[in-house]
């Protein structure tokens, strides 16, 4: 479900049917943690985490990972005006310098940004007693390095022709396919903990 909607999220099919798709996937989200749980607060919660999560950039290092030029040098110069307030570029900055080795800058500060995105929800899901700390773990490592996984999934299939469809046909595009096919397993994680857990 997510691998459409994420696409959805970061552009849709069509351009001329602009929905705001964040807050949709935030209702989907929403009904299902309600249908879990029943209280209402803790499915808004997740609804408000999802959607505050999405808000920040990631677009340089997603281009980046996809070898778009213009994004590439926009990162290796540091002119990242979207994670500016984030640390994100500081962190990864400091752990991998991004003049050297830019595309291993760029897939650490997605896996921080798919972190920053899903951990305080993650968190808000155990702490209610819904998944244990295997899965816990597990969807934090699925959603952090499955960001960069995604894009780099995403740049090896569009080189080999991937997906032909229009709205398919570019890295970033295919990339946010993957990522929602990513978010799609880890909801299928929740599920099977929350019913067989």
Request: aromatic letters at 18%; hydrophobic letters at 50%; charged letters at 15%.
């Amino acid at each position: 479900m997510f691998w459409i909607l994420n696409r959805l999220r970061g552009g849709g099919f069509r351009k001329d049917i602009d929905l705001p798709w964040v807050w949709i996937n935030g209702l989907v989200l929403y009904v299902l943690f309600f249908s879990i749980d029943k209280n209402i607060y803790y499915s808004i919660a997740i609804l408000i985490l999802y959607v505050l999560g999405e808000s920040y950039g990631w677009g340089v290092w997603a281009g980046a990972m996809g070898y778009d030029e213009p994004a590439k040098e926009l990162m290796m110069n540091g002119s990242q005006e979207e994670a500016r307030h984030t640390g994100i570029r500081q962190i990864a900055d400091f752990l991998i310098d991004p003049k050297k080795y830019g595309w291993f800058n760029a897939a650490l500060a997605l896996a921080i940004r798919g972190f920053y995105w899903f951990a305080p929800l993650l968190l808000i899901v155990f702490f209610r007693g819904h998944i244990g700390v295997s899965t816990l773990v597990a969807a934090l490592f699925i959603l952090s390095f499955g960001f960069p996984l995604s894009f780099t999934f995403a740049r090896m299939s569009s080189m080999y022709g991937g997906i032909n469809r229009s709205e398919f046909k570019t890295a970033w595009e295919q990339g946010e396919v993957w990522y929602g096919a990513m978010q799609d397993l880890v909801l299928l994680l929740i599920v099977l903990d929350v019913c067989c857990g």
